[in-house]
């Protein structure tokens, strides 16, 4: 191309462009797949980060189809730039069952989910190897109405 050098410099080609390479491989143990681990996994069910707040019955609805989405992956991908209110993050991934319809805007959909460290449904440091499922939710009724309490007791 007229204008254009044959070679660029390595250095700046360099700069410009990143990849990261990823690969899905089996867990040790189907335990590592469950919600206190922070999977990052292909397939199965959501390991939900927050088992609470979970996506409505519309989000999961595929608006070209109308049916519901089907779930193909999640990533764990906490923030380093915002650690307060993003120390952990887990990105979820939907398309339409469709799979002819993807290229369809709605036919695809990324959920985020995100807690501050401190939190009531993990403690500040990883579970202990020993420890084989999450804490389990536990429900108060101090209060007018029942809410769920965290491992931490918090409310």
């Not at 989000?59 to 109308?66: D, M, Y």
Request: negative net charge; hydrophobic residues 30%.
């Amino acid at each position: 191309m007229p204008g254009r050098p044959e070679h660029a410099d390595s250095e700046e080609q360099q700069d410009e462009l990143t990849y990261m390479l990823g690969y899905v491989d089996y867990p040790d143990k189907p335990t590592d797949l469950l919600r206190h681990r922070f999977p990052s996994k292909v397939g199965g069910v959501p390991a939900w980060l927050d088992p609470l707040n979970l996506p409505t019955a519309q989000q999961l609805t595929c608006s070209v189809t109308g049916q519901t989405m089907r779930f193909l992956l999640q990533v764990y991908c906490p923030v380093d730039d915002n650690p307060i209110d993003a120390f952990h993050r887990m990105i979820f991934l939907f398309i339409s069952p469709r799979g002819d319809e993807l290229h369809q805007r709605g036919a695809v959909r990324a959920l985020r989910c995100q807690l501050p460290r401190a939190n009531p449904f993990y403690g500040d440091s990883p579970a202990p190897a020993s420890q084989k499922a999450p804490q389990p939710l536990q429900v108060c009724c101090s209060r007018s109405e029942q809410h769920h309490l965290g491992p931490a007791g918090l409310c």
